[in-house]
C-alpha cells in the first residue's frame, strides 16, 4: 500500500480524523497515532482499585485486603489505581512482593 492510499484510507477512518491536522508521515502524525491506537489489550489492570476506605471507587486498602469482607486479599494489577503506560510484569510482581511482606507480618513462620 502506498502513503497516499494510507492515507486515503485513514482519512475516511474516525479514528484517524484527529491526527490529519499534522503532516502525514511526520513525527507528530505518528505521536497523535499512537496516543489514538495504542491500548492494554493483553495487559488489564486497574479494576480493583487501592486505596482507603473513604474512596468509593476503591476495592482493596494499602494492606491488598477487601474492603468489608475479611481474609481476602487482591495481589495482582488489578490494584493498581491507574492503567500503566507501559508493561505490568514488573509493576505487578513489586505488588505480589510487597503482599508476601505483608503477609509474612501476619503469619509466625522463620523464612
Not at 491536522?21 to 495504542?38: G, I, K, N, P, Q
Amino acid at each position: 500500500m502506498s502513503k497516499s492510499q494510507f492515507y486515503l484510507v485513514l482519512k475516511h477512518s474516525e479514528p484517524f480524523t484527529k491526527c490529519l491536522a499534522h503532516t502525514f508521515d511526520s513525527e507528530e502524525y505518528w505521536e497523535c497515532m499512537v496516543r489514538h491506537l495504542a491500548v492494554s489489550g493483553y495487559h488489564i489492570s486497574a479494576s480493583c482499585k487501592m486505596g482507603p476506605p473513604s474512596d468509593k471507587t476503591s476495592v482493596v486498602d494499602p494492606e491488598l485486603k477487601v474492603h468489608g469482607i475479611e481474609g481476602l486479599r487482591v495481589v495482582d494489577a488489578s490494584v493498581f489505581p491507574n492503567v500503566t503506560s507501559g508493561n505490568t510484569m514488573a509493576p505487578t510482581l513489586m505488588v505480589a512482593e510487597k503482599a508476601a511482606d505483608i503477609i509474612k507480618k501476619y503469619i509466625k513462620i522463620n523464612f
